[in-house]
């Protein structure tokens, strides 16, 4: 049955596309969206930029390197739990094949797609070719390739307008992601069940 309604529900989502938390926040979003759509229901979904490693280099160094030396030989048992976890909702993070990278340019692409409607097709392809296929997707090659694959001419969003949006949202007290809010009211944080991403969907739609 459709809605009686025809409000536009707004998501904003404040991720990083190296985040595992957001990966899986996103799909199981993604499923509650789907299901509210194929009821009559109109969602936008407005992505913001986060970097969980600012100083992240561009050479694609292995990731489970550098988290073990960052935070400690412990992180990899974390890593094969998360990475455990994730089969239940369909994601593969491939932990062994994932390559450190800086994102300030995926978050560029990410931008890019937005100006042409594509960005959950581009934002899902980002996660997949992180944590799935071992890409380093710091490199403009690589990010040209995938914006290809999603139909995204050209990686030609404003750089100084995303280093200020990444400034605006640190500013904001934004520390960690995944960071969700629904037409700019309730908002979840760290992955939570599709469920509760689609009771907060259908709650903010019928919201006068």
Do not use: W
Request: charged share 25%; glycine share 8%; hydrophobic share 45%.
């Amino acid at each position: 049955m459709g809605r009686s309604d025809s409000r536009t529900t707004r998501v904003e989502f404040v991720l990083d596309v190296i985040c595992a938390a957001s990966y899986v926040a996103y799909v199981r979003l993604e499923r509650a969206i789907e299901r509210v759509r194929a009821d009559g229901g109109e969602v936008e979904v407005v992505f913001r930029p986060f970097q969980l490693a600012p100083d992240a280099g561009f050479t694609g160094e292995p990731l489970l390197e550098v988290l073990a030396e960052r935070f400690g030989a412990h992180v990899v048992a974390e890593t094969e739990q998360a990475a455990a976890d994730a089969l239940d909702d369909g994601v593969t993070l491939d932990y062994g094949r994932a390559l450190a990278a800086d994102t300030f340019e995926a978050h560029r692409l990410i931008a890019s797609a937005a100006a042409r409607g594509l960005a959950e097709p581009m934002v899902e392809r980002l996660f997949r070719a992180h944590f799935t296929d071992g890409l380093n997707i710091a490199q403009a090659p690589v990010l040209d390739r995938l914006a290809a694959e999603t139909g995204v001419e050209a990686n030609d969003a404003s750089a100084a307008e995303l280093h200020a949006e990444l400034s605006r949202i640190r500013a904001g007290g934004i520390r960690s992601v995944p960071r969700i809010s629904f037409n700019n009211g309730p908002t979840l944080t760290g992955a939570q069940p599709e469920k509760t991403y689609e009771k907060a969907l259908r709650s903010a739609g019928t919201t006068p």
